[in-house]
């Protein structure tokens, strides 16, 4: 049976998504942030023949994610997604997403590596010398955007970037960090989904015109470093080669897959 979930289900949600952490990432900072009752967050959850909460299923805007601790109810969570006009995104674990293509048609799908940080290797991540690293303020969301909007690899919308980016930063759900020169933003890094325990590092971008100079790697690690003190642990999807250097010479270590369907 597919019900909506409530304030009253926290407990059993938390309990079932707590095995898993890492990979109910989203899960675990939407519900411990944002409660049940947000006209941009929903859930519902499968339960199974003896009354168990088996699935669930989150809405955050327009994206959904599952996850499931066995058999679920694929057909009635696509039906859920189906009834949705504004939905354009299903991802999460590849073994859970796939359960859903015969009853959804996505226009792209992107396929992730997932990686966790528990502790910066600060002797590889070493920015310039003339960089200034620092955490970006509400007044920087402008210009942190204007360099995002710009890098080919992200899927952005641009009003959407900017309103999550300055909701992150009210809520302190995530954070931002920063390198400028001549008074433009030319590499940042964010979190998201920050919890208790763990966040994710998302929006890792430098200019095109100051590439291959570290800047990606100082700001990332200047990020990480400031929440591994926190004693939080780091997730983050990547899918470039190249970037993966960058994150593993930091210690990021590959822990799974992750895919993205479009609609």
Same mark, same amino acid.
């Given at each position: 049976?597919?019900?909506?979930?409530?304030?009253?289900? $926290?407990?059993?949600?938390?309990?079932?998504?707590?095995?898993?952490?890492?990979?109910? &990432?989203?899960?675990?900072?939407?519900?411990?942030?944002?409660?049940?009752?947000?006209?941009?967050?929903?859930?519902?959850?499968?339960?199974?023949?003896?009354?168990?909460?088996?699935?669930?299923?989150?809405?955050?805007? +327009?994206?959904?994610?599952?996850?499931?601790?066995?058999?679920?109810?694929?057909?009635?969570?696509?039906?859920?997604?189906?009834?949705?006009?504004?939905?354009?995104?299903?991802?999460?674990?590849?073994?859970?997403?796939?359960?859903?293509? #015969?009853?959804?048609?996505?226009?792209?799908?992107?396929?992730?590596?997932?990686?966790?940080?528990?502790?910066?290797?600060?002797?590889?991540?070493?920015? #310039?010398?003339?960089?200034?690293? $620092?955490?970006?303020?509400?007044?920087?969301?402008?210009?942190?955007?204007?360099?995002?909007?710009?890098?080919?690899?992200?899927?952005?919308? #641009?009003?959407?970037?900017?309103? +999550?980016?300055?909701?992150?930063?009210?809520?302190?759900?995530?954070?931002?960090? &920063?390198?400028?020169?001549?008074?433009?933003?030319?590499?940042?890094?964010?979190?998201?989904?920050?919890? +208790?325990?763990?966040?994710?590092?998302?929006?890792?971008?430098?200019?095109?015109?100051?590439?291959?100079?570290?800047?990606?790697?100082?700001?990332?690690?200047?990020?990480?470093?400031?929440?591994?003190?926190?004693?939080?642990?780091?997730?983050?999807?990547?899918?470039?080669?190249?970037?993966?250097?960058?994150?593993?010479?930091?210690?990021? $270590?590959?822990?799974?897959?992750?895919?993205?369907?479009?609609?």
């Amino acid at each position: 049976m597919i019900r909506k979930l409530s304030a009253e289900d $926290r407990e059993e949600v938390l309990a079932m998504l707590g095995k898993e952490p890492a990979r109910n &990432l989203f899960f675990i900072s939407d519900v411990e942030n944002f409660g049940f009752d947000q006209h941009f967050q929903e859930l519902w959850g499968d339960f199974g023949a003896e009354g168990t909460l088996t699935a669930v299923l989150l809405r955050y805007e +327009s994206g959904y994610l599952p996850y499931a601790q066995g058999p679920f109810d694929a057909a009635g969570f696509a039906e859920i997604m189906l009834r949705d006009p504004h939905m354009e995104m299903l991802s999460g674990s590849s073994e859970f997403v796939e359960l859903f293509f #015969p009853f959804l048609e996505f226009r792209k799908r992107k396929q992730m590596f997932f990686a966790e940080l528990k502790e910066v290797n600060r002797e590889s991540a070493a920015a #310039p010398g003339d960089a200034v690293i $620092r955490r970006a303020e509400l007044e920087d969301v402008e210009a942190v955007c204007s360099l995002t909007d710009i890098i080919e690899e992200f899927e952005v919308n #641009p009003e959407r970037s900017r309103s +999550s980016l300055r909701r992150a930063l009210e809520t302190g759900t995530g954070r931002t960090y &920063l390198v400028e020169r001549e008074g433009k933003v030319i590499a940042t890094a964010s979190t998201t989904a920050e919890n +208790s325990m763990s966040a994710m590092v998302i929006s890792v971008a430098t200019h095109p015109d100051y590439r291959g100079q570290g800047l990606a790697s100082g700001v990332v690690s200047a990020l990480c470093s400031e929440l591994n003190t926190e004693g939080k642990s780091l997730c983050l999807f990547y899918d470039n080669p190249k970037a993966a250097s960058i994150y593993k010479r930091i210690g990021f $270590r590959d822990i799974g897959d992750w895919t993205m369907n479009y609609r």
